[in-house]
């Protein structure tokens, strides 16, 4: 940018300090490079302004300003979207992760959390009170874009997803107006924010139903070596839709770490491995899990009563902000033998020891809910299964990673039904996005065309305008490099390069912007918490809403 601009652009951010009580943040500053990035490192852009809004006055002063000047505008709930939405070159990062706070009514059974909470807060302060709704599976994911776009855990077969214990948001419009959503008010903006992504406004709480669970629940770890992983999806796929809404069933397929109670010959090699939670008495639990833990020889389990907050952190070390990362996802209605093929055949070909397949087994109360009681649409019994490739900072193999997950994605939908979970959108196109949301679609854009008519809101997953010029990018990308470098991986290592360039911005229009107390828990079952390298939990999350 030439210094005449840069000095322009540098009076208009100091006007905004004058009325905005957060952090503003520019490149330069010290805090520029930090504040940017976000859970996968291979997203490198570079906002004109980072606003970390402390409360809800913040948030409409920055999208106010972004919009007076034209500005291009991203919203950062946790900064755990794969695909980077969060952060653009040259916009207004709306970062929202300090405005913290959870306050938890035991007697109704809710709680109120606001947009920058982690799901590790949200547990410890839920916790307190043995209560707890389905939610992420790593602490450090925001609950923001999580519940936004569905929302999976461990209890989802006993609860529903997220999105089905979600009661209210408040949300900020692209006006700039201040509305409280939910079944009452607004009722099918309510829908729309249920699945339908940050496109309608910004969040700035979520008001959640809570359940009693724990503080201790069955749960934990089995593995399986991959030579008997067949043998064990084939059981799955018959006991997974018959158990009892209580089990949680998480599928984790990855190379072992050194993980003591695991035969350490086993170490590097792929193996099978399922998430247990028996939300429900331990004794009925152990009953029912039983044959399961017995399917073929399993390696090893640490399947026992646990804290919930335990299982909510185990796999965080696994997913440790910084990596670059690229996922796609499918939905099996069937686990047919095809399909487990393919599976077992991906988990012998993982691109990286930090790469993996995972998923959910989708049944029970999540499953019951009406197709169109949601923007998540139908949830037909069966599994989602995600190809998850990681890769170190730097890897000059990232293209290659990535091709992994397109080529075992495309032969795994082969087996599915076309659709995905919103919540594991990635970098789709229009048609992806589209058979995300099916029936919904057409709800949705009327939701868009009444709430955002102008598309100020379009840094996201499924904004109609963003995603055409994404597609058209795409094609314009793909041809180009298939005049030079036919191969399938130089094709797929171009779509990693969009993490580090600004697709949308390329084609923006400036027109546009017109009460159980919980147990101590054991010490024994703590300690073997960082075997998957689970990471200490977060302070206390407990605060006020006074700001909001
Ligand atoms: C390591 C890891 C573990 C995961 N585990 C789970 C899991 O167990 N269950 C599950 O369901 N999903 C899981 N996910 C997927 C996760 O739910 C989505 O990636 C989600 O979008 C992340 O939300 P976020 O707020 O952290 O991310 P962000 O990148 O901040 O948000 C994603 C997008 O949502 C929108 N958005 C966010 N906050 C707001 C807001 N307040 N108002 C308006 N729009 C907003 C924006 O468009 C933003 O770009 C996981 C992802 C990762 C990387």
């Given at each position: 940018m030439e210094q005449a601009a840069l000095d322009r652009r540098s009076r208009m951010f100091r006007s905004l300090r004058t009325r905005f009580r957060g952090a503003l943040i520019q490149p330069g500053e010290d805090a520029y490079d930090e504040t940017r990035r976000i859970w996968n490192g291979a997203v490198d852009r570079?906002?004109?302004?980072?606003?970390?809004?402390?409360?809800?006055?913040?948030?409409?002063?920055?999208?106010?300003?972004?919009?007076?000047?034209?500005?291009?505008?991203?919203?950062?709930?946790?900064?755990?979207?794969?695909?980077?939405?969060?952060?653009?070159?040259?916009?207004?990062?709306?970062?929202?992760?300090?405005?913290?706070?959870?306050?938890?009514?035991?007697?109704?059974?809710?709680?109120?959390?606001?947009?920058?909470?982690?799901?590790?807060?949200?547990?410890?302060?839920?916790?307190?009170?043995?209560?707890?709704?389905?939610?992420?599976?790593?602490?450090?994911?925001?609950?923001?874009?999580?519940?936004?776009?569905?929302?999976?855990?461990?209890?989802?077969?006993?609860?529903?997803?997220?999105?089905?214990?979600?009661?209210?948001v408040e949300l900020i419009t692209a006006e700039g107006e201040q509305l409280r959503v939910d079944a009452q008010s607004e009722p099918e903006l309510f829908w729309g924010l249920r699945g339908g992504g940050g496109n309608f406004g910004i969040a700035t709480s979520f008001t959640y139903d809570l359940h009693p669970v724990g503080p201790l629940v069955l749960g934990g770890p089995v593995y399986w070596p991959i030579e008997q992983a067949a043998e064990v999806l084939r059981f799955l796929r018959d006991f997974a839709p018959a158990a009892p809404d209580e089990l949680g069933i998480?599928?984790?397929?990855?190379?072992?770490?050194?993980?003591?109670?695991?035969p350490p010959e086993q170490y590097g090699k792929p193996a099978l491995g399922l998430l247990l939670t028996w939300a429900g008495e331990v004794a009925e639990g152990i009953r029912v899990l039983t044959p399961l833990l017995h399917v073929a020889s399993p390696l090893g389990d640490l399947v026992r009563p646990v804290p919930y907050r335990a299982l909510q952190t185990l796999l965080d070390g696994a997913a440790a902000p910084g990596n670059g990362a690229y996922w796609r996802?499918?939905?099996?209605?069937?686990?047919?033998?095809?399909?487990?093929?393919?599976?077992?055949?991906?988990?012998?070909?993982?691109?990286?020891?930090?790469?993996?397949?995972?998923?959910?087994a989708i049944s029970g109360a999540a499953s019951r809910v009406a197709a169109d009681a949601t923007a998540v649409g139908e949830r037909e019994v069966g599994f989602e299964i995600r190809l998850i490739a990681v890769w170190p900072p730097e890897d000059p193999a990232a293209g290659q990673h990535a091709a992994w997950v397109h080529e075992g994605w495309n032969r795994l939908r082969a087996h599915g039904n076309g659709r995905q979970y919103p919540t594991f959108l990635s970098d789709e196109r229009l048609s992806g996005v589209r058979a995300a949301y099916q029936d919904g679609w057409a709800r949705l854009v009327a939701l868009k065309d009444r709430y955002d008519p102008g598309n100020v809101f379009r840094l996201n997953a499924i904004s109609r305008r963003a995603l055409r010029a994404r597609s058209r990018l795409i094609i314009w990308y793909q041809a180009a490099l298939l005049r030079t470098q036919p191969q399938m991986e130089s094709d797929l290592a171009n779509r990693v390069t969009l993490f580090r360039t600004t697709p949308r911005m390329m084609s923006v229009d400036p027109a546009d912007l017109s009460a159980r107390r919980p147990a101590a828990p054991p010490a024994r079952v703590d300690a073997a918490v960082p075997f998957l390298g689970g990471s200490a939990l977060p302070g206390s999350a407990r605060g006020s809403f006074s700001r909001l």
């Open positions: 570079r906002p004109a302004l980072i606003a970390r809004c402390v409360d809800a006055d913040d948030v409409v002063t920055a999208l106010r300003f972004a919009r007076d000047h034209a500005l291009p505008i991203s919203v950062r709930g946790g900064g755990h979207g794969v695909a980077g939405n969060a952060v653009y070159d040259d916009a207004v990062m709306i970062d929202l992760t300090l405005i913290k706070g959870v306050s938890v009514d035991p007697a109704k059974r809710q709680a109120r959390a606001a947009a920058g909470v982690t799901w590790g807060e949200f547990d410890l302060a839920t916790q307190r009170y043995g209560l707890a709704t389905t939610g992420g599976t790593v602490s450090q994911v925001g609950i923001s874009g999580l519940t936004l776009h569905g929302g999976f855990g461990h209890l989802l077969r006993k609860r529903g997803l997220t999105v089905d214990n979600l009661r209210a998480m599928l984790v397929a990855h190379q072992l770490p050194p993980l003591p109670f695991l996802s499918v939905r099996l209605p069937q686990l047919s033998d095809s399909a487990i093929e393919v599976f077992v055949s991906l988990l012998d070909s993982l691109p990286t020891r930090l790469s993996f397949l995972t998923g959910w």
